[in-house]
DNA sequence: CTGTTAGCGCCTTCAG
DNA sequence: CTGAAGGCGCTAACAG
C-alpha cells in the first residue's frame, strides 16, 4: 500500500491556507473558487477545486458560520418518535432540507421521559447552532417556543394548534382539527352509533382540544350525547388506547360503548388490541375510528377508518415557510390551514 | 408592555464582551464562568452568570467549536424513518446523547430515493460539523464510510455487518444474525412447515445476507428445502412483503408455500396484509415469522412470531461507544455481538 | 480577476 | 484569581 495523496485518520484537518499554498494561490481565492464565486477564472478554479480534492480537504463549517451567521441547519422539534406520524413529518421535512443543502438537527421528545432533558435540548438550539426551527407537536410549546422567539430564532409551528400569544410570530401550518373531530362524529352517527366514546390525548394539546371540540359538536348536531363515563384521557399512545379500552369494554353488554372516536390512529392501535383480546369484533361490536391515517391503518389487518390530514403536504409547506423565513426574515407571518378529509374502511362498516 | 432585560426577537446577539462590559469584567472572566471554571471566585462568577441571563447572553457554538475543535454534536445516519426499527435505534441513541451534552443531527435514508443526495449528505458530515458518527443499517454503507475514516471522524456502526476492510476501522454492535435465522428455520420447522418461502430485503445488505444464510442452513439442518422459486427479493418495506407474497400465494394449493420467513417485520407486515387481503389464514394455512420484534407485532391484530434482537440495548451500547470514542481516539476497537432469542407468537403456532 | 487586510466570538496561554 | 493578547479558519470588504 503505497502513499497516497488522500488525508489519513487522525490527521490534522488541512485548511484552506494548506491548500492555497499547494495550489501556488491566496487563501481567499481558494474561499472563492469552493464558493463557486463567479469571479474566479476557470483555470483558477479548477486548479483550485483539484487540489482540494486531493488533500481531502473540506471547508470548516464553524469558522464560516462565525462570520456569515448562518448554519446552513435546522431543527426538527417532535415528539415521541415511535408515534408513527413523526417519522412521516421528519422524513418530509429531512428530504426538502437536504435538497436545499441544510442539515438537520434533531429534538424529539420522550413521551415517558420527566420533559427536564428536552427543554434543555430545546433550549440549547439558540447560540447560533441552527437557523431555524420546525416546532412539531411536542408538548410544552409555549415556553420554549418564547425562549426561541426571544433570541431571533425564526420558528415554524407544524401540526399544532398554539393557544398562546406566539401565534402572531410564527408560521403556522396546520390541518382543520375542529373539522376533523366533526366529520368523525358524523360517520359514527350514520354508520349507527348510539353510544360513542373517545379516547383522548392530553388535554394541554390544543390539537387534539379542537378534534375533541369538533367531535362534540358533530354527535351533539347528530342528536348524540357523550357522557363523561364514556371518555377516557391519557397519553398519545396505544398503551392508553389498550388500557382505556379494556376499561370501557369491560362495561355490560347494553352499557357498552358501541363506537370508539380515538384521536390519534397511534392510540386506535390499542383499542383495536383491546377488542382483539376481548374477542369483541369490530366493527360489529364497536366501532372504532382513528385520526391521522397513518400508513399502516389500511393494512388488511388494521383496516382502520381514519381522518386523514395531508402530514406529507403540510411538512412540506412547513419546509418551505421556513427556508423562506431564513431567506428573508420580514416576510409577513403565514397561516396555512389544510383540508381535511374521511377514510372510511372497516372498523366502522356496519355489515347491513 | 413595557420594557424587559430579555433580548427582543431580530436583535443583534449578545456577545461574551457585551456581558463583560455589562458585569466589569473581562471577557475571559466571563468564559471562565461560564464553563464553571475553578478559577473563578464564586462571587464573581454568580455576577456573571446572572447578568449573562439577564442579557439573554448564549455562547456562540461556532467561535467556541472554531477553538476547541468539538461541536458536541454527533450524526446518526439511519436508514429510512417510515421502517419502525429505526425511530427506536434513534430515540434511543438520541436519549444518550443529550444527556451527555450531545446534540443530534438526523441524515436519514429514503427507501424511494435515488441515493445521491443521501450520499452527498452524509459526505457533508465532515468539515467539523460533528463530533462522530453512528452508522446504522443505511444502505451502501462502504464507500461513504470509508471517506468519513479518511477524514478522521470516528464511526461507530450500529446493526449492520460490514464486510469490507472497514472493520478494524470502526466499532462495531451487532447481533448474531446467522443464529437468527438459524432459529427462523427451525421454528418453522418444528411447527410443521413442510415448503418454507423468504421474503428478502436487498442483496447488498450483510446484514440480511446473514440471516439468510442462518435460514438457509437451518432448514438443511432440519431436513427442509428453499428452492429459488420461493424466495422473493425487494426493498425493505411491506409493499414488497405485500407483493412477493401475493405471488407466491398465487400458486396452486398444493404448492403454495404453507411458511414465509420475512426478513425484516417490516416485509412481514405486507405479507399479512397479503394473506388478509385473499382470505388466507395466518397460521392455518400459512405461517409467517419476521425478524426485529418491533412494538407493534405484540398486538393482537398482527400478533407476529419474530426473531428479537435487543435494539434497544444494541443502540445504548453504540451510544457508549461513541462517547467513549469521543473521549479518546485511541481506544482499541470494538465489536460487540448480541444474542437475539424467538419470539414465539400466534402467526406460528399450529392449530394441534 | 486576484491578493491583502481585518475581524467573526470565543478559548487559552501568559502576565500580573 | 483576573486581565490582556493572540489566533482558530474563514469571509468580506478593499486594493490593485
Known sequence: MGDSTVSTPGREPVTGYDVARAAGVSQSTVSR???????VVPDTRELVL???????????????????????SVAVV??????????????TLQRRFHADGYRVVLVSDQEDASGGGFEDSVAGLRGGIVDGVVYTSARTSSPVVGDLLDAGMPVVVLNRDVDSDLGDRVDRITSDNVEGGRLAARHLAETGARRPAMVAGPRDNPSLARRERGFRAGLRACGLSLPRDRVRRGQVDPRTGLEAALDLFSAPAGERPDAVFCQTDYIALGVLDAAGRLGLSVPGDVAVIGYNDLDWAGWSMIDLTTVRQPLVQMAEAAAAAMLARIEDPALPFVHRVFDVDLVPRGSTRRPR
Chains 1, 2 share one sequence.
Do not use: K, Q, W
Open 78 to 91: 417532535s415528539g415521541d418518535l415511535r408515534n408513527p406520524s413523526f417519522p412521516v413529518l421528519i422524513d
Open 33 to 39: 473558487a469552493l464558493r463557486g464565486d463567479a469571479r
Open 50 to 72: 483539484r487540489v482540494a480534492r486531493e488533500m481531502g480537504y473540506v471547508v470548516n463549517v464553524s469558522a464560516r458560520s462565525l462570520i456569515t451567521r448562518r448554519t446552513s
